[in-house]
């Protein structure tokens, strides 16, 4: 399945990330810090490897937010991760980041852009989010240049991606989800029985009442 591998945050200050996140191994990290060096202020651009990958990155306030993913993956969902990631970075940091240095961002931010991840891999509806809609409009014009076209001579890299590690993880995480759920069903049965149970009880003991002439009894003894 089409999917997000890899992101990071930059500053325009620094070739060195803030913070980067990647759910597949390989050297892809060493294209997109290529292509960081070469990102324009104030601009969003995307880029095909081989059409096999996709490198898109927008640029903001100082700020440069790039991701890479599979080439089937739809770019209008990868701007949407994007502005998305954006959005959280600039609500955790605020003007702090501005002072930061490489790395410095990756223990408390790398988490959440993983998450971010993998929500925008796996959820439908990750696409219909309304969040920056002007943005997303502004990326329809985006031509796609061949990566070849912005690297020079000497700096190509071949790449190599490896997904196993993710999709064992991946495996691993809806195992978890599974047995939480089920879980989670068999605590919400045990209780409708408990509650069924004394409702039961409840009606039995009130038609012995009657059945007795009242709480007293006087009919049973």
Known sequence: ???????????????????E?????????????????KV?????????Y?????????NENGF????????????????LFLFDVKDRFYEK?????????GFSANKEFSEIMKQRINYFNSDPSADKLKTARGNIEKTKDIMIENID????????????VSKTAYMSESAVTMRKQAVKVKRH??????????????IVIIILFFVIVLACGGFSFPRCK
């Not at 937010?65 to 990868?78: E, P, Y």
Request: proline letters at 1%; charged letters at 20%; glycine letters at 4%.
């Open 21 to 37: 996140v990647a759910v597949a191994e390989g050297n892809f990290q060493l294209l997109a810090l290529k292509l960081l060096a």
């Open 93 to 101: 940091f605020g003007d702090k980041a501005r002072n930061a240095i």
């Open 185 to 198: 069903m068999w605590w919400k049965n045990a209780k409708l029985t408990v509650l069924v149970s004394v």
């Open 50 to 58: 081989e059409n096999k990958y996709m490198f898109h990155y927008h």
């Open 64 to 79: 440069t937010f790039l991701c890479m993913a599979d080439a089937g993956f739809s770019n209008r969902t990868a701007y």
């Open 40 to 48: 324009k202020r104030n601009s969003s651009a995307s880029y095909a």
């Open 149 to 160: 076209k912005v690297l020079a001579r000497g700096e190509k890299i071949e790449l190599l």
């Open 1 to 19: 399945m089409a999917s997000i591998i890899y992101t990071l945050v930059a500053s325009d200050d620094s070739t060195t990330p803030l913070a």
